[in-house]
């Protein structure tokens, strides 16, 4: 075989590496719940209720209390659940893939997010645990868009590249810009803040509901 079948064939199979690479990141069910109600109120409360539980549950080394809730919130449902210390955020956690019941996805997602805080380095302090305030978004209507010029305002913006996955949710940047959102997701994926442009990323959209809990 002379050199230029094998530069060809090289060619070849590092694309193929890239194409599995970035279909074993994109999650198989790249569709969250089209057709199940919007949260209520307390719904929302319910869920922030269960992820308090589950905070001060590990401030005290004890196994989170079981929570009876009602149908809506058995629903597996994508949620994030974000952890804040002075208005900082400082821990979050999510799973996109085969979700668990919402509130089984609270209370878990919260321990998470406390053990692999993702988005700042080193486990949350006791101390910083007991100022935290918490905020969950549970994630509907998943869309594969082209690039930052189609994706809507207030939508969470989810990329994958190689075997990397990260979100950002709407309020994790100061601006409206789509391109901040994307570029602030890299960033702290730990990739270039430009990686989003390149065709070997993939960048999904999703619906937001949001609630957080406000300190007294």
Known sequence: MGPIYQAINKITLAALLGL????????????????VPRLSGPQKQTLLLIARESLEANLEGR????ATVEPRLMVPQPLVVSIFVDGELRARAWRLRAPQPLYLEARDLTFQAIDNPKVTQGR????ELMRAELSIAV?????RVKDDRDVPRKSAVIIYH???EW???????????????LSYASEQAGLRPNIWLLP????????VEESRETQP
């Open 20 to 35: 599995v690479c970035l279909m074993a990141a994109i999650p198989a069910g790249a569709q969250a719940p089209t057709n």
């Open 63 to 66: 196994a989170a209390r079981e």
């Open 124 to 127: 949350l302090r006791s101390d």
């Open 139 to 143: 994630l509907t209507n998943y869309a």
């Open 162 to 164: 190689g075997f990397t």
């Open 167 to 181: 979100l950002a949710l709407p309020h994790d940047v100061r601006s409206d810009r789509a391109a901040d959102l």
């Open 200 to 207: 070997q990323t993939a960048i999904f959209i999703a619906d």
